[in-house]
C-alpha cells in the first residue's frame, strides 16, 4: 500500500486544506474533509471523515496520520473497519500496517457476519490471519444500556480468531448466562459465523425416558470432504442403556444418500445388542430416469418407538426406477414389507411386492378426446411356502394387468357439459399355493372388466356484488358387466374411501383384485362461494344409485346397498390463515359410517391443528369395534420471545388419553431453547407406556446456521 499512498499523498499535497478530496491509485482511495502531507518525512495526516479503502477492506475514522516511511497507521476513533467477509470492527484507537492487515486496536469489538461480537481490552492483528483478543467477552446478544447483561456470553482470558480456517479459539473460558458462570473450560474451539460445516460438537440435548432413565445426547460432526459428512452421538442413561446414533450423507454428481442408524446395548429386552438402519438415496440415470432406494431394518418391534425414533409399525425397503412426462409414465418397484404391529405374522403376509407399470397417454385423431393404454405386472410373495397349516394363508401372486380407456368432451353453446367415456380392463392371474378348500382352488384366470360412461354436467356462474357463486349438477351412467367370479382374492383393496375425489370413477376400489361392477347412476352437486373479502366455501353432496347390489363392499364404507349412503364434504377457507374441512357418509336414518374433520387455524400470535374421525366398525378392514379418536397440536406465542405448544390424542371408544405432550420453547436472536414433557398411554407386547423429557439449548453466533429472526429480536428502550 506505500506505493499507492504515496501517489495518493502526492494527489492530496495540491489540494487546499477544508475541502473533501477522492483520488484512486491502483486499489487504494482516500477521502477526508482535509488532507496534509509532509513531503519531507513522507507523512500524511487527515481528518474529519476519513475513509480508505484497500483491497476490499473499509477503514472509516475521524483521523489518520499515516508514515510512509514506516508504512504504519495511527488512527484515532470511533473507527469502523469493513472486511470482505461481512466483519466488523470498531474502536477507539488503533496503530495498523498500511495495507490494513497487522495491528494493534484499543478498546476495540468484533461483529462477525452481523452474528457474534467479540469485545476485548486490545485487539492484534497479525499476518493478516491472525485476530487475538485479551481480556474478551464474545456473544451474539443485544446489549442494551438498560439492561447490559446479556442472556448467555463467553468469558475468556484470550481469543484467538484464525480468518484461513474460519475458527475461534478460547483459552480459559467461562459460559455465564445471565451472568452466572455455568460452565468452565481451558479450551474451547468454535466455528466462526462464515462457517457452514465443520468438524466439532453440536449443541447437546437432555432428555429423560421413563423406561431408560436420564440421557445426555453429544452429537459431534465429522466433515468428510466437500460433499459428504458424518454425525455421531453418543447416549448412555442413568439405567445403563447405551447408545450410539449415526448419520452419514453424501451428494454425488447425479443423486445422494443419506443413512441413519444407532446401536444399543440396555436392559429392556433380552438382546445382546438392539439396532436400526435407515438408509435411502435418489440418483438420476441417464435419459430422464431416476434411481431411487430406501432401507428400513430394526432388531426388535420396540426399538423405535422407546428410543424415538420412528413410530411406523411397517418398515418398507424398497428400489424403484421411474420416468415420468406429459403422455408418458416408465416405472418398475421392489418393495420388501416387514410388520412391527403385534398380532401379524410376517409369514402370512405379502412380505415381497413388485410392480412395473407403463402408461402412455395420446389423442387418437379418428375418436378425438384423450385415450390412455396401461401395462402392468405385479406379483407377491409369502414367506410361509411349506407350513402345511398355513394353507390359504401362504399365497404367491403374479398379475398381468392390461387397460385402454378413453374420455372426449363436449360443451354445448349454454354452457353444459356432455363427455363420452369408455374402458376396458384384462387382469391375468397365476396363483402359486392356492386355498385349503379343494372345490375354491384355482391356479390361473382372467378377468376381463369392461366399462362405458356418460356424463352430465352443467356449470352455472352468478357474480354478486359480495361473492362469486358456482352450481354445478352432475350426472353420469355407468354401465358394466353384474357378474362377480369370485375367483380372485381382494388383497389390494380391502381400504376402500367414499369421497368427493373418486365420485365420478368407474371404480372406488383402490387396487385391482375388487374392480368396482354393476350398473349404476353416480350424482352428485358441487357449490362454492368465494367471497371477495377473502373467505370461500366449498359443498360437495354425492350419491350413488345402482341397479343390483353385488355385495362388493363392507357397510363401513357406505356403498353397499342399491342406494350408497350419502357423501357430504365441506370445507371452509378463510385466507391463508384458516381452513376447515369435513367429510361424513351417513343414510337416510343419518345413521353415521364415516365422520372425518381437519381444521388448521394459523396466526401470528398462535397456530393450532385438529383431526376428528369417527369410523363403523369393520371386521373386513381390520377395525373390530368403532374408532372414535380427537387429536390436536398447537402452539401459542405468549410474548416476542416465548411459546408454549401442546398435543393430544383421545380415544373416545376407550375413554382414554392415548397421547399427551406439552412444550415451551425460548427463543431470541442469539439464543433458542426447547423443553417438552409427553406421555404415552398406549401398551403392547414391545412397549409400555412412557413419559419422555427433552431440553435442547442452541447458540446462535458459532456456525452459518442462524436461529434468530426480525421478529424474536430483542428491542433496547430508550
Given amino acids: 500500500m506505500r506505493a499507492a499512498l504515496f501517489g495518493l499523498f502526492m494527489a492530496a499535497s495540491a489540494a487546499a486544506p477544508g475541502f473533501a478530496q477522492q483520488q484512486a491509485v491502483e486499489t487504494a482511495s482516500l477521502v477526508a474533509d482535509s488532507v496534509v502531507f509532509a513531503s519531507g518525512t513522507q507523512e500524511l495526516r487527515a481528518s ?27 488512527v484515532t476513533g470511533p473507527i469502523y473497519i469493513i472486511d470482505q467477509t461481512d466483519t ?53 446478544c443485544h446489549i442494551c444500556e438498560s439492561d447490559p447483561v446479556p442472556l448467555w456470553e463467553i468469558r475468556s482470558k484470550r481469543v484467538v480468531h484464525d480468518a484461513t480456517e474460519r475458527q475461534i479459539y478460547f483459552d480459559e473460558a ?28 453440536l449443541f447437546p440435548e437432555l432428555r429423560s425416558n421413563g423406561d431408560l432413565g436420564v440421557g445426555l445426547r453429544t452429537p459431534y460432526f465429522f466433515t468428510l470432504g466437500d460433499h459428504a459428512d458424518l454425525t455421531l452421538t453418543p447416549w448412555v442413561t442413568s439405567k445403563g442403556a447405551r447408545t450410539l446414533e449415526a448419520r452419514y450423507r453424501q ?36 435419459r430422464g430416469f431416476t434411481g431411487k432406494f430406501d432401507v428400513e431394518l430394526v432388531s426388535d418391534p420396540g426399538y423405535l418407538l422407546l428410543y424415538g425414533y420412528s413410530d411406523k409399525d411397517i418398515l418398507d425397503s424398497a428400489i424403484s426406477v421411474e420416468r415420468a412426462s406429459r403422455d408418458e409414465y416408465i416405472g418398475a418397484e421392489l418393495i420388501h414389507y416387514k410388520s412391527l404391529r403385534d398380532g401379524d405374522d410376517n409369514r402370512t403376509l405379502p412380505t415381497l411386492v413388485g410392480d412395473a407399470t407403463y402408461i402412455k397417454r395420446f389423442a387418437p385423431s379418428s375418436l378425438g378426446g384423450i385415450a390412455t393404454l396401461t401395462a402392468q405386472t405385479h406379483g407377491h410373495y409369502r414367506r410361509a411356502d411349506s407350513d402345511p397349516t398355513s394353507a390359504g394363508l401362504s399365497r404367491d401372486v403374479v398379475r398381468i394387468s392390461t387397460s385402454a380407456e378413453w374420455r372426449r368432451d363436449w360443451l354445448w353453446s349454454n354452457g353444459m ?54 352450481l354445478e349438477p352432475v350426472v353420469q351412467l355407468v354401465l358394466s358387466k353384474n357378474s362377480v367370479s369370485g375367483e380372485v ?29 354393476g350398473n349404476r347412476l353416480n350424482l352428485g352437486l ?93 371386521v373386513a378392514e381390520g377395525r373390530p369395534t368403532d374408532t372414535s379418536e380427537l387429536a390436536f397440536e398447537g402452539a401459542y406465542r405468549v410474548s416476542r420471545h416465548w411459546t408454549l405448544s401442546s398435543e393430544l ?70
Fill in 251 to 286: 451428494k454425488f454428481a447425479k443423486g445422494e444418500i443419506e443413512l441413519n442408524g444407532a446401536v444399543t446395548d440396555d436392559n429392556v429386552t433380552n438382546l445382546d445388542a438392539r439396532s436400526y438402519l435407515f438408509a435411502d438415496g435418489t440418483f438420476a440415470l441417464g
Fill in 48 to 74: 474529519g471523515n476519513v475513509e480508505i479503502l484497500q483491497n476490499g477492506v473499509r477503514l472509516r475514522a475521524q483521523s489518520i496520520s499515516y508514515n510512509g516511511e514506516t508504512d504504519t497507521l495511527v
Fill in 526 to 618: 358441487t357449490y362454492t362461494r368465494e367471497s371477495h373479502s377473502g373467505w370461500k366455501l366449498g359443498l360437495t353432496v354425492g350419491r350413488i344409485l345402482r341397479r343390483d347390489d353385488l355385495n362388493q363392499f363392507s357397510n363401513s364404507t357406505g356403498l353397499t346397498g342399491s342406494k350408497s349412503d350419502w357423501l357430504v364434504a365441506a370445507q371452509l377457507k378463510v385466507g391463508e390463515s384458516f381452513d376447515l374441512i369435513n367429510r361424513a357418509i351417513f343414510d337416510d336414518q343419518f345413521s353415521f359410517a364415516r365422520n372425518e374433520m381437519r381444521m388448521g387455524w394459523t396466526t401470528d400470535t398462535f397456530q393450532l391443528a385438529s383431526t376428528f374421525a369417527w369410523l363403523e366398525a369393520d
Fill in 174 to 201: 467461562t459460559l455465564r448466562v445471565l451472568g452466572v458462570p455455568v460452565f468452565y473450560t481451558p479450551y474451547l474451539r468454535l466455528p466462526d459465523p462464515t462457517v457452514k460445516r465443520s468438524n466439532g460438537f
Fill in 489 to 517: 382374492d381382494n388383497e389390494d383393496s380391502l381400504l376402500v374411501e367414499f369421497d368427493e375425489a373418486n365420485i365420478f370413477e368407474f371404480s372406488r376400489a383402490p387396487g385391482v383384485d375388487n374392480r368396482e361392477l
Fill in 417 to 470: 357439459m356432455v363427455a363420452a367415456e369408455g374402458a376396458i380392463f384384462i387382469d391375468g392371474y397365476k396363483i402359486r399355493q392356492p386355498r385349503a378348500n379343494p372345490t375354491l382352488a384355482f391356479d390361473d384366470t382372467v378377468e376381463v372388466t369392461p366399462y362405458a360412461a356418460v356424463e352430465w354436467r352443467w356449470p352455472m356462474l352468478r357474480q354478486g356484488a359480495r361473492a362469486n357463486h358456482l
Fill in 88 to 140: 466488523l470492527i470498531v474502536a477507539d484507537f488503533a496503530q495498523l500496517s498500511g495495507d490494513l492487515r497487522d495491528g494493534v486496536l484499543k478498546s476495540a469489538r468484533v461483529v462477525y457476519a452481523r452474528q457474534l461480537q467479540v469485545a476485548a481490552a486490545e485487539i492484534r492483528r497479525t499476518e493478516g490471519r491472525y485476530t487475538q483478543f485479551y481480556k474478551t467477552i464474545a456473544s451474539s
Fill in 649 to 718: 390424542r383421545y380415544d373416545f371408544v376407550n375413554d382414554r388419553t392415548t397421547e399427551a405432550g406439552l412444550g415451551i420453547s425460548y427463543q431470541n436472536e442469539c439464543a433458542k431453547m426447547d423443553l417438552s414433557v409427553s406421555r404415552r398411554f398406549t401398551t403392547s407386547t414391545s412397549v409400555s407406556p412412557t413419559t419422555d423429557l427433552s431440553l435442547s439449548v442452541q447458540l446462535a453466533g458459532f456456525g452459518a446456521r442462524g436461529i434468530g429472526g426480525g421478529s424474536f429480536a430483542r428491542q433496547c428502550n430508550g
